[in-house]
């Protein structure tokens, strides 16, 4: 329990120094133990409000998710699971559409180019 003021100030009057002094202590100790979580508390509110000017800057637009203004692919696992936005690099091209491979947790994405009629001669 957190010593307060005026249990300090009665041990003072009656002559408890000693007693004041240690319930001082303790009350300093409370308020730097208080300080330091609340400069944890405070990091932690910055942190969260980045993921959430994030998360509100960012639009999903299968597969892959966008942040505004940016017109390069994120990787959709990498965001919903870590909440970090990493782009993917320049795909490589094959049959069915361009592979995508996250560079972070390397997730490939075949991203269907628009539907290609094939036609067949028979």
Same mark, same amino acid.
């Given at each position: 329990?957190?010593?307060?003021?005026?249990? &300090?100030?009665?041990?003072?009057?009656?002559?408890? $120094?000693?007693?004041?002094?240690?319930? &001082?202590?303790?009350?300093?100790?409370?308020? &730097?133990?208080?300080?330091?979580?609340?400069?944890?508390?405070?990091?932690?509110?910055?942190?969260?409000?980045?993921?959430?000017?994030?998360?509100?800057?960012?639009?999903?637009?299968?597969?892959?998710? #966008?942040?505004?203004?940016?017109?390069?692919?994120?990787?959709?696992?990498?965001?919903?699971?870590?909440?970090?936005? &990493?782009?993917?690099?320049?795909?490589?091209?094959?049959?069915?559409?361009?592979? #995508? $491979?996250?560079?972070?947790?390397?997730?490939?994405? $075949?991203?269907?180019?628009?539907?290609?009629?094939?036609?067949?001669? #028979?």
């Amino acid at each position: 329990m957190i010593p307060n003021f005026k249990e &300090i100030i009665d041990l003072v009057k009656k002559g408890a $120094t000693i007693e004041a002094q240690e319930k &001082i202590m303790e009350l300093r100790e409370a308020t &730097i133990k208080l300080q330091q979580e609340n400069s944890e508390l405070l990091e932690k509110v910055k942190v969260l409000e980045k993921i959430i000017d994030k998360k509100l800057s960012m639009k999903f637009e299968s597969p892959f998710y #966008y942040a505004n203004g940016d017109n390069v692919p994120h990787c959709p696992r990498c965001w919903e699971v870590n909440h970090k936005a &990493i782009h993917y690099p320049a795909p490589f091209n094959n049959v069915d559409g361009p592979n #995508y $491979t996250c560079p972070q947790c390397k997730t490939v994405i $075949t991203h269907p180019q628009r539907q290609r009629q094939r036609q067949t001669t #028979y």
